[in-house]
C-alpha cells in the first residue's frame, strides 16, 4: 500500500492533496483511534493508496507510518510498503519539482535526529522522477536533492515529492496535479530495486552540490537508483569519515545499498567506506554495468580486471539474459564461458579504418570486452559464450577494413587487404613538386608537368597487408 502524507501546515502540500482527491475515485473512512491533528478523523482511500492529514509540518512528523493501515469501520487496509509526504519546496530555483528520502548527515537542524537517516526508497525515487517529467507543466524542471532534513523516523520506505520554490508555485494547480498524479503513480512500484547478487542497484552519494546533477543523471539515465546523498555542504556538517564511521554505515543502511559514488577527491572518505564493506565505484562504472547482471559484473571483473581498468561489457550480457539470471538463483553467470585473445593485428587495422565500427562489431560478438586509454581502444582480450562465432567476428572486421581497402580476404590465419595506393617518392623522381598536383594524382587525377601528361597509374603502387588472426584463427 502506498501512504500519502499531506500537512495542513503546508499550502503546497494542501493543493497537492486537492489534486489527488480530484484525480482519482476514493472512498471515505474514520479513524477514531488518533486525533484529526494527528491523522485521524476523515481517512481517504483509493486503490491500494490511503491519504491522511496532519497538522504538524513533515520534517517534524516521525513515525508517520503508524498512522496508516487501520480504520473504525475495517480491521485492516493493509501495511504500507511506502510512504510519500506531499510538501512544499524552498529555494530560489523558481519552477521546481523535487525528490529526496529525509535524514541528516551532520546536526539535526530542520527535523530528525543528528546523523541518523530514514530508510529511503531508491526504486520508487527513481520512478517519481521520471513521472514528475511526464507530468510536470510547462516551465518546470525535475530534480533531485540531496538529505538534508527530518523526519529521520518514519517507520517504512519514504520520501518527499515537492512542488517549488516559492508561493506561485505553490498554488499553481497545474504543478499541484503534476505532483499528485506522480504520486499516484506509485501506487504498484516497490520501494527496492530487486535482490541481484546477494545486492540490490543502489547506490550512496557523496559529494557535489544540493541538487545533486552526477546523481540526477544516474537517476534517469542508467537503471540504478539512488538513496541518500551526502552533499558537500552535507559532508562538511557531518565532519570527519573516520570519526563519523557510523554515520556512513546508517546511510548505507538506511539505502539498502552496498556500493557508494563519491564526487571529487576525498580518499579518507573512500577509505572509510571500503572499510565498512561498502564498494566505491565510479560513474563510469555505474553506466557501463547498466543492465548487465550484477553476477556476471563480478564474473567479468574476476576475469578481465575491474572496469575502472578499461572492462566493458559486450552486446551477449543483455538484459533478456538478466531476466534469466534474476529468475534462476542458481544460475552461473560465468557457465559455458571462456577468455579469449582479440585478433590484435585486424582489430587496430579496423580501428585505424572506422573506430566505432571496429568496437560495435566486437560488442555484438562478446560478452565483455577490455579496453586501453581510458576505454577509447579496444584491447587484447574478451569474454565470448560457448557459441561464438569466431568466424563471424572476423567477417565483420572484414566488412570495416573494406571501406578503405581495394580487396580484403581471409588466407588460413591471416587477414590479406591489398590497396593500390598513391607513391610519393615515385612522384618525385618524376620532377612532380609537392601541392595540389601531388593530391590529384594521390586522387587518381591525371596532371600536366613541363607539358607531360602524368596518368596516376604511373605513380600508384600495389600494397598487400597482413594481419595476423592469432588465436582466433584456430577457433
Same mark, same amino acid.
Given at each position: ?249 546508517? @546511510?548505507? &543502511? !538506511?539505502?539498502?545499498?552496498? #556500493?557508494?559514488?563519491? $564526487? +571529487? ?5 573512500? =577509505?572509510? /567506506? ?86 560495435? @562489431?566486437? &560488442? !555484438?560478438?562478446?560478452?565483455? #570486452?577490455?579496453?586501453? $586509454? +581510458? ?5 587484447? =582480450?574478451? /569474454? ?92
Amino acid at each position: 500500500m502506498l501512504a500519502v502524507v499531506v500537512s495542513r501546515a503546508d499550502s503546497a502540500s494542501v493543493h497537492v492533496g486537492e489534486r489527488l482527491r480530484d484525480v482519482a475515485d476514493w472512498t471515505e473512512h474514520t479513524d477514531g483511534s488518533r486525533s484529526d491533528a494527528d491523522g485521524g478523523g476523515t481517512v481517504y482511500r483509493a486503490d491500494s493508496v490511503e491519504l491522511r492529514e496532519f497538522d504538524d509540518l513533515h520534517l517534524r512528523l516521525e513515525n508517520a507510518g503508524d498512522a496508516f493501515g487501520r480504520v473504525d469501520d475495517e480491521d485492516a487496509f493493509r501495511e504500507p510498503d511506502l510512504l510519500v509526504f506531499a510538501s512544499r519546496h524552498a529555494g530560489e530555483t523558481d519552477e521546481l519539482l523535487t525528490a529526496h528520502p529525509t535524514g541528516n548527515f551532520g546536526p539535526a537542524e530542520y527535523g530528525g535526529e543528528t546523523g541518523h537517516f530514514a530508510r529511503a526508497c531508491p526504486n520508487a525515487h527513481s520512478r517519481v522522477v521520471e513521472a514528475l517529467e511526464a507530468h510536470a507543466p510547462p516551465g518546470y524542471e525535475v530534480g533531485v536533492e540531496c538529505t538534508h532534513h527530518g523526519p529521520t523516523a518514519v517507520g517504512v520506505p519514504s520520501m518527499f515529492v515537492e512542488v517549488g520554490s516559492d508561493e506561485p508555485q505553490w498554488e499553481d494547480p497545474d504543478a499541484a496535479e503534476a505532483v499528485a498524479r506522480a504520486i499516484l503513480e506509485l501506487r504498484t512500484v516497490l520501494p527496492d530495486a530487486p535482490r541481484e547478487n546477494g545486492g540490490r542497484r543502489h547506490l550512496v552519494g557523496f559529494g557535489g552540490g544540493h541538487y545533486a546533477p552526477r546523481f540526477e543523471r544516474i537517476v534517469r539515465e542508467t537503471d540504478w537508483s539512488v538513496g541518500h546523498v551526502a552533499a558537500d555542504w552535507c559532508l562538511d556538517a557531518m565532519g570527519d569519515p573516520d570519526a563519523n564511521r557510523d554515520v556512513i554505515e546508517r @546511510a548505507f &543502511e !538506511a539505502s539498502a545499498a552496498d #556500493y557508494g559514488v563519491v $564526487e +571529487g577527491d576525498r580518499p579518507d572518505l573512500k =577509505r572509510v /567506506v571500503a572499510d565498512l564493506g561498502y564498494r566505491v565505484v565510479s560513474e563510469t562504472w555505474v553506466r557501463e554495468t547498466a543492465g548487465v547482471p550484477l553476477a556476471l559484473v563480478e564474473a567479468v571483473e574476476d576475469r578481465l580486471g575491474p572496469v575502472g581498468e578499461g572492462a566493458r561489457f559486450g552486446d551477449r550480457a543483455t538484459e533478456t539474459e538478466r531476466d534469466s539470471l534474476l529468475s534462476d538463483d542458481s544460475a552461473d553467470p560465468d557457465r559455458e564461458r571462456s577468455v579469449i585473445d582479440l585478433p590484435e593485428e585486424v582489430v587496430a587495422a579496423a580501428e585505424g579504418v572506422d573506430p566505432e565500427a571496429t568496437r560495435a @562489431a566486437v &560488442e !555484438a560478438a562478446t560478452v565483455a #570486452y577490455e579496453t586501453t $586509454e +581510458g576505454g577509447t581502444r579496444l584491447g587484447g =582480450r574478451a /569474454v565470448v559464450d560457448a557459441d561464438h562465432d569466431a568466424a563471424a567476428l572476423v567477417d565483420e572486421l572484414v566488412a570495416v577494413l573494406e571501406e578503405r581497402y581495394d580487396a580484403v580476404e581471409r588466407e588460413g590465419e591471416t587477414v590479406v587487404a591489398r590497396e593500390t595506393a598513391f607513391d610519393p617518392d615515385r612522384a618525385r623522381t618524376l620532377g612532380i613538386p609537392d601541392g595540389p598536383k601531388f593530391g590529384k594524382l594521390a586522387e587518381g587525377e591525371a596532371v600536366t608537368v613541363e607539358g607531360d601528361r602524368i596518368d596516376p597509374s604511373v605513380v600508384h603502387v600495389d600494397r598487400e597487408h597482413r594481419f595476423s588472426l592469432g588465436d582466433l584463427a584456430t577457433e
